[in-house]
Nanobody, 123 residues
Framework: QVQLVESGGGLVQAGGSLRLSCVGS????????MGWFRQAPGKEREFVAG????????YYADSVKCRFTISRDYAKNTVYLQMNSLKAEDTAVYYC????????????????WGQGTQVTVSS
């Protein structure tokens, strides 16, 4: 059974930091593009950060540039999202996802999804 499991969410004050982790199982995701998305109540799921397999290029939504960093540990089949200088508007459920077709900012590109982890930033 292929799974992506996120962890690391929680409640943090504005200006604080969190690191989300997403561990893959059931298959290797080392050749997939990985992405982080988020969804706030009443809003559509939106792209946050992503990468391409085997390349150094990273992609970020304008709203999180210079604050969030996506990274991977290929040996652990794990992708991370380091979130610094958090703002109230970052509050959402955060999802990791894997795409076998390559990078995209559209959620429809991704084949596998985690269950999500809640991030709440208090102002």
């Amino acid at each position: 059974q292929v799974q992506l499991v996120e962890s690391g969410g929680g409640l943090v004050q504005a200006g604080g930091s969190l690191r989300l982790s997403c561990v893959g199982s059931g298959r290797t995701f080392s050749r997939d593009a990985m992405g982080w998305f988020r969804q706030a109540p009443g809003k559509e799921r939106e792209f946050v950060a992503g990468d391409r397999w085997g390349r150094d290029t990273l992609y970020y939504a304008d709203s999180v540039k210079c604050r969030f960093t996506i990274s991977r540990d290929y040996a652990k089949n794990t992708v991370y999202l380091q979130m610094n200088s958090l703002k109230a508007e970052d509050t959402a459920v955060y999802y990791c996802a894997a795409s076998i077709m390559g990078f995209g900012s559209n959620p429809g590109v991704y084949n596998y999804w985690g269950q999500g982890t809640q991030v709440t930033v208090s102002s």
